[in-house]
Every structure is written in C-alpha cells, then in structure tokens.
C-alpha cells in the first residue's frame, strides 16, 4: 500500500497554477491585494490540477492517538491514562476541537493507534461510529486501529519495529482514503498522546539536523527542570539510534510514536488523491517531515494551518518551507489551530470562483 500511495503523489501542476494567477490578474482587486491568500489558491489549483481548484469542503477532522514508552522518563506531568480519557471526551463531543469543528461544519473522527489503557467507551455500542461512509458534524466517530498498545521507551530501545511503523503509516493512508470517498474536500490532522511532543522533538531534529534544545518545547507546560530534563531525553535518543532521514521509515520505528506515523500515511494518502491536508501543530509538522522524506511532492498538498508555540514547529515549517496562515500562541493539539485556519483555505478558493474580473464587472483597469 505504501509503495502504491507513493507513486500516485505527483508534483503540482504547473499550467493550472499559472492560469491561477493569470486569473488573479484578471479579478477585480490589485494585484498581489490579497497577499498570501494568493499564493495559496495557486497551490491548491496546482495540487488539484485544475483553475479553480474544488472548494475545500466538507472538512474531516482525523484525530489519531496513542501513547509512548518514553512517558516513563517523566517529560509529562500528566499521567498516561489521559489519553484514554480524552477520546472519551472527544466522542462525547466535549473537548476544544468539537466546540471549533461544529463551528467550522468539520466532521471528527477520532482513530485509535496504539493507545495504552483500555478506552472509556466501547465502539460496538453505536454502529454509527464505525461507519467511514458518515461525515457528520454532529457525531464525532471511533476507529479502532491499534497496532501496539503504546510505543517502547525511545531512551531504552525503537519505539517501534520496522514493521509496526509500516502498519501505522498504512494506518493513515486508509483513514485518507476513508474519508476522502466519504466525500471529504480537506483533511484536517489531529492528534492526542500524552508525551507525545518528546518524540515528535526527536522527529524533528533527525529530519532536519537542528539542535534538541531548538526542537523541544515544553508541551503541556512542563516546569524550567522537567523541561531540561526533556532536552536531555531527546539529545540521548538521538544518540542511541542515530537515525538516518535518508530512511524515513527507519526514524518513524526508532524514534516515532504511532500517530506520528499515521498522520505520515495520512498525508500520503490525501496527496495521491490531489486532497489538501491542512496542518495542525508540531506532532502534525514532525509527521509531515516523514511523509516528505518518503515522497518530496507530498508538499504539494500541505498547507500549514498555524505555528505551534512548540518551537521545534517553526523549525520543521522552515524545513518544508511552508508558511503558517495563523500565529495566535496555540499549543494544544488535537486539530484546534487547523479547525481555526480552515475559513482561510476555504476563502483563498472561493475568491477564484465568485470574484468578478474587470471585464465582466465593467470595472475599469488602471
């Protein structure tokens, strides 16, 4: 699956980005007026292959979530069992990305991936939540999809196994693949994973080359010793797995978590369908590191929703040279700063379908 998916990510179509921004010339507005929304729509228009490009809707929200061995090391204050307890929460409809997907008309679908500690609720007991065909607003759904339940300590051995990264990469691809014949116009990624900004640091540095200390952020909120604490546990796995970016499945297994590895196959897979996938925030960025190391033109398809106050985010935007739309100090997680950005994507589209040009509006050029 992950060879196919690959080979299906092509680059951007250049004819249809440059009739864009012929087309933008054209609009009734000067030029350049809509600064980055511009650049943007011709983006999209070059993933799409077409001018314009479809309107990114509806959105579908995936969360993925599991949990990691490295959480022993103490990088969080939060025990493990919260990550259990937040599906709970997003399927109740209770949490920051439903209040922000019911206003952004975003459906949420939450995929189990490796989470440690049984779940707080059970799948079977309403169909509706298993059924990839629903893209409702209004119910939040539950795939369960484990591969393992948490990751090893990245500080003792690999997280993962070569083939349990492949299996969660896979992950991804699927739920894509899921969604977008559901209909869905845009991905959205989320995550949630108690610890999980400790190996989505490591991802960062291995792929980028950047120091730990300029990758690492303090996550939930972590105090001046935890946080040095955290630096030093990034700085040894690297040490222990050096692991080489020119084998990108290779570093998700050493040093990855499994939603890491399944917003990589996410990724992919919204790129060979020519789908937009709008980033969230450093795990999401992290992944998008190794979904750009296993195929280049998956780029094509990103579009960076915000910068994460996590350091290492900017660090890895700057890798993939992509600009975020937003910069309002989130940290969160879960979709939220993604959710925020997506009335930007959807209006950077739509100025190509429904602004007139000078010639039909009658509106006189300088």
Not at 49 to 78: K, M, R, T
Not at 148 to 165: C, F, K, P
């Amino acid at each position: 699956m992950l060879e196919t998916t690959i080979a299906a990510i092509r680059p951007a179509d250049e004819a249809a980005m440059a009739a864009a921004r012929e087309l933008h010339g054209r609009l009734t507005k000067p030029a350049g007026s809509l600064g980055a929304l511009e650049e943007l729509s011709v983006r999209l228009a070059g993933l799409a292959g077409v001018c314009p490009p479809p309107l990114p809707e509806p959105a579908a929200v995936a969360i993925f979530a599991g949990d990691h061995g490295v959480h022993a090391q103490g990088v969080s204050p939060w025990p493990q069992e919260v990550t259990a307890q937040m599906i709970g929460n997003f399927l109740a409809g209770g949490a920051v990305v439903n209040a922000f997907a019911r206003q952004a008309g975003a459906s949420v679908t939450v995929v189990d991936v490796g989470v440690a500690t049984p779940l707080p609720t059970d799948p079977a007991a309403d169909p509706t939540a298993l059924d990839p065909t629903v893209l409702d607003p209004a119910v939040p759904r539950l795939v369960v999809a484990s591969v393992r339940r948490g990751t090893r300590d990245l500080t003792v051995t690999a997280a993962l196994t070569r083939d349990e990264a492949l299996a969660a990469v896979q992950t991804g691809i699927r739920i894509a693949d899921e969604l977008i014949d559901a209909g869905a116009g845009i991905l959205l990624t989320g995550d949630m994973g108690i610890g999980n900004t400790t190996p989505a640091a490591v991802l960062i540095a291995a792929f980028t080359g950047a120091d730990p200390l300029d990758t690492t952020g303090r996550g939930t909120g972590v105090d001046d010793p935890t946080y040095a604490h955290k630096v030093a546990v990034v700085r040894a796995a690297l040490a222990r797995h050096t692991p080489d970016p020119a084998d990108p499945l290779g570093v998700l297994a050493a040093v990855g978590g499994l939603e890491h590895a399944a917003l990589a196959g996410l990724i992919l897979g919204a790129a060979a369908r020519r789908t937009p996938v709008l980033l969230d925030g450093v795990i999401a960025v992290s992944a998008a590191l190794a979904a750009a190391a296993l195929a280049p033109a998956a780029v094509c398809a990103m579009v960076a929703g915000h910068r994460s106050a996590e350091p290492g985010a900017t660090v890895a935007l700057r890798h993939l040279g992509l600009d975020p739309l937003i910069d309002l100090g989130l940290r969160l997680g879960e979709g939220t700063g993604a959710l925020l950005a997506l009335p930007v994507v959807t209006g950077a589209v739509r100025v190509l379908h429904e602004v007139a040009t000078f010639d039909s509006a009658g509106v006189a050029e300088k």
